[in-house]
């Protein structure tokens, strides 16, 4: 696993507004475009993973390595 692209992810997710607003609109797109070097699994994860949850749940998910099993957006 790429924890380090991970973490770059979460750090721009938390600090940036705009890529965060980008994320919960299109994660595939965003996450596409980022170019991070972030695992198959990884980024299925981060695709599926519910944008619209509060930053705190999210960070707090994100930093147990808990992606998978965030519930999913409708």
């Given amino acids: ?3 380090e ?3 770059a992810l979460v750090e721009r ?3 940036d507004g705009a ?3 980008a994320m ?4 595939a797109a965003i996450l596409a475009a980022t170019g991070l070097d972030l695992s198959e699994e990884e980024q299925a994860a ?3 993973s ?3 949850l509060s930053d705190e749940e999210l960070e707090e998910r994100i930093s ?3 992606f998978s099993n965030m519930p999913c957006g409708a």
């Fill in 19 to 21: 890529f965060r607003a």
């Fill in 24 to 27: 919960r609109t299109d994660p």
């Fill in 13 to 15: 997710y938390l600090n």
């Fill in 1 to 3: 696993m790429s924890q």
């Fill in 46 to 48: 981060l695709r599926k």
């Fill in 64 to 66: 147990k390595g808990t």
């Fill in 50 to 52: 519910n944008w619209s």
């Fill in 5 to 7: 692209g991970v973490q």
